[in-house]
Each structure stands twice: as C-alpha cells, then as structure tokens.
C-alpha cells in the first residue's frame, strides 16, 4: 500500500509556472506507475498526465501537451508536475494516484489517491 501527499498548489496569474510534487510513502515507490488528474467543482475528474515505473514513459493529456511536464524521482518518492503557462482553464484541484498494474487516462486504473491540491489561475 501507498500513502499519497500533493503540495505545490496555490494561486497565480495566467502565463504564470507551478510545480506540483506528490511524495509517496513506503518503500517500493518504483513499482508503481503514476498520474496526475485534475477535478473542477461540478465536472468530472480529468487526466492530466502519467509516467511509468522508471519514467522512461510519459503520456499527457493534448491540451497541456508542451506546457506541463510530469517526472518522477524514485530516489526521493516523489512524482512532480511542472506546469508552464497556465491558463484560466487550469484552475482545478490537483491529484496523484499511484498503481502497481498499470497506467494511462482512465481514473480507474489507479487504485491510491492523493487528498488533491488547490490551483487556482487568475486571467
């Protein structure tokens, strides 16, 4: 099992940069592959990008391609989400989840979840 913890969130104006970092407890972080989602109020939990077990893999979703990177440090527990360029659009609460099977787009992929961090991008 995985405890999960995001941090990094805040409020910023558009065109602004942010760093999210989810720090994972235990001692097997790289047998799990990791995502980021996003969920506004009223709307669904959204994708937002994942990376494999070493990290040679990423995937995104197509509107933050070329502004969000996601990486991970296995040495340190801790997957990241460098997002560049924010826009008004991005404001949601912030989520990693973490599984040992596998990973891509789907919420239900993921069986531990982060509590969330707040952005929030002022236009």
Do not use: H
Not at 56 to 78: C, E, L, P, Q, W
Not at 95 to 122: F, K, M, R
């Amino acid at each position: 099992q995985v405890q999960l913890v995001e941090s990094g969130g805040g409020l910023v104006q558009a065109g602004d940069s942010l760093r999210l970092s989810c720090a994972a407890s235990g001692r097997t972080f790289s047998s799990y592959a990791m995502g980021w989602f996003r969920q506004a109020p009223g709307k669904e939990r959204d994708f937002v990008a994942a990376i494999s077990w070493s990290g040679d893999n990423t995937y995104y979703k197509n509107s933050v391609k070329g502004r969000f990177t996601i990486s991970r440090d296995n040495a340190k527990n801790t997957v990241y989400l460098q997002m560049n360029s924010l826009k008004p659009e991005d404001t949601a609460v912030y989520l990693c989840a973490a599984d040992q099977n596998s990973y891509g787009d789907y919420p239900g992929l993921y069986n531990y979840w982060g509590q969330g961090t707040q952005v929030t991008v002022s236009s």
